[in-house]
């Protein structure tokens, strides 16, 4: 058996068609135009490229966006003042921090500086604490992603075996939340498992849909999961170049062999990233659609 290929590209290309035309109806109706801002501090190259690439998906569907640079030194006091001025602009309704950022700022400080309301990438402990207890908040993006992605794929989550491989406050610890919700894409038995789990073989062979977050290169095997398995890969690992010096990256899964054993499969490039800035961008659509009081 060779598993269906879940295309977050493709996914998160429809999304995308129905956020531009949900935009053009905000300006069109309401006389609204979502706002994004992307503050970058330094010139790390990862971090410029994700940058680049959230504020060319914000252009693309029309929304009014800002890239702000800042330089490495930046002070923290300085860096909060800037984040205070687009809490209280009007004309902006997500704001995003790219991290990481540098040593002497701290991330926590910067992250509570954003108004909860403009909090479009869900890391605002309000935000965490809503989605905690089922409430209506900003999700946090790749989390957001996954649950789409299996929703849009038709996979069944409700009563389902879910593992989740990684603990992250960005990745693991949201997801492993959202899929027990009472809600769709969730209803789901969650494990969670890291680098002090005993047996993680054990776990992911019982698992109908296995979520990896590790940062690890094939750290989950083909003869670690069952037939019949979904699996959702978020691993980006940069594993060299090729000759034109692009990086060639993988997944945290042994794509390769697994795919012959699974049922369904996110491949990397072209799963779980595209959604991820997909989602930060209907974020960004509900602040403003919250904003003009409009849900
Ligand atoms: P992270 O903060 O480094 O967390 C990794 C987690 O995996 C930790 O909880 C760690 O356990 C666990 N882990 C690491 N090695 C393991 C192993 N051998 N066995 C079991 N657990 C292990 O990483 P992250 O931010 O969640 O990101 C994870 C991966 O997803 C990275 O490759 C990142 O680039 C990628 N990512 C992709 C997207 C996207 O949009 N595609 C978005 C976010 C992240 P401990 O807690 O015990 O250390």
Do not use: W
Not at 96 to 119: G, M, N, R, Y
């Amino acid at each position: 058996m060779s598993a269906k290929i879940i295309s977050g590209k493709e996914i998160a290309a429809q999304i995308r068609e129905e956020l531009k035309e949900e935009v053009k109806r905000l300006k069109s109706d309401h006389g609204v135009t979502p706002g994004l801002v992307t503050i970058l501090v330094g010139e790390d190259p990862a971090s410029i490229s994700y940058v680049t690439a959230k504020q060319k998906t914000a252009h693309d569907l029309g929304f009014h966006s800002i890239q702000d640079n800042q330089p490495e030194d930046i002070s923290e006091d300085d860096l909060l003042a800037l984040i205070d001025k687009y809490n209280n602009d009007d004309s902006i309704h997500g704001i995003l921090v790219q991290l990481p950022l540098p040593k002497h700022i701290d991330d926590s400080k910067v992250l509570e500086a954003i108004d909860p309301d403009k909090d479009v990438d869900g890391f605002h402990p309000v935000n965490v604490g809503r989605m905690v207890i089922g409430e209506r908040c900003f999700l946090p993006c790749t989390p957001h992603g996954i649950l789409e992605m299996l929703i849009r794929s038709g996979v069944e989550t409700s009563g389902a075996e879910v593992v989740v491989v990684g603990r992250s406050n960005i990745v693991g610890k949201p997801i492993a939340n959202l899929m027990i919700q009472k809600r769709d894409g969730g209803n789901a038995t969650v494990t969670v498992c890291h680098t002090r789990t005993k047996d993680m073989a054990f776990h992911t062979k019982r698992a109908d849909i296995l979520i990896v977050a590790a940062g690890r290169p094939k750290v989950v095997t083909a003869d670690m999961v069952k037939d019949g398995v979904v699996v959702i890969d978020v691993g980006v690992n940069r594993i060299g170049k090729t000759p034109e010096g692009k990086a060639i990256l993988c997944g945290d899964v042994d794509f390769d062999a697994i795919k012959e054993k699974a049922s369904a499969i996110t491949p990397v490039p072209g799963g779980v990233g595209p959604m991820t800035i997909t989602m930060l961008m209907k974020n960004t659509v509900q602040a403003a659609k919250q904003f003009a009081g409009l849900v």
